[in-house]
């Protein structure tokens, strides 16, 4: 499989299709079933996915940083082993049928589809649990080293404190900065790039403005914008010329998204 690149906005092809927490409107997200359902999709060309720690510092796959909104769990996920998070049941909340996924590693991602698709790997950082510096970047760094899929990998967060110090780590990751309106707001996305050393810009569709749209395309910056489900919101977004669209509906609009 070829290395991942973010493309330059003026390429005539059409955006990258951004599978958010895999099929996640088919399948409960953030689970092996659906990275699986995302990597047999023709089209679809990255998987995003939400990683954290577990007491004995593993990497995880879990959006929030408790553990009720989608597991038979409760709490936060940081203060169980793996070993304990891999007895709770990842997927009843979404549908019976998918009672027997767990809460997967990082590695058992990538094993399973860090071959099929490129990753866009969300660090998530904790208000209630401030990580030892460096701590997660170093072994979400190790786990795609080890995993041999360190050129298919694209590493994000709305902590651009953890962007920068992955890049400072690991000089040839690709990384991107992920707006956040609260911090961000009246910062360009050309300023927040430098400071972090990125090379993409994710936006959600509720915050793009015209002084975004305006300074992405003065600096001829990638863009990835989400979580775009419809289609009319996906044909509307295609106007402007971003390169990525984050859906969690990916399936559905890969087709759209293809024939531009
Ligand atoms: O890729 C951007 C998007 O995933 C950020 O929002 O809350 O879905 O992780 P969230
Ligand atoms: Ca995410």
Redesign the pocket.
Known sequence: MKPFAPRPLTADTPPYV?A??GISALAPENTIASFRLAAEIPGVDII?L?VRLTRDEEVIVL?DRTLQRTTTGNGAARGYTLAELKQFDAGSWFHPRFAEERIPTLREVLDVVGTRCWL?I?M?SDLFHREPEGLLERRVLETVKEAGCADRVMY?S?DHHLVANLKRIEPAATT?V?YRIYRDFGRLPSKLLRRAGASVF?C?KMDLNQAIIRDVREHNIPM?V??LNSLTDVQNIMKIGVQGI?SDEASAIVSVVKQS
Do not use: G, P
Request: aromatic share 16%; no cysteine.
């Open positions: 951004i958010h927490r995003e939400d959006h866009d969300e998530k994000s709305f991107a992920i994710v959600s990835y989400y979580t984050i």
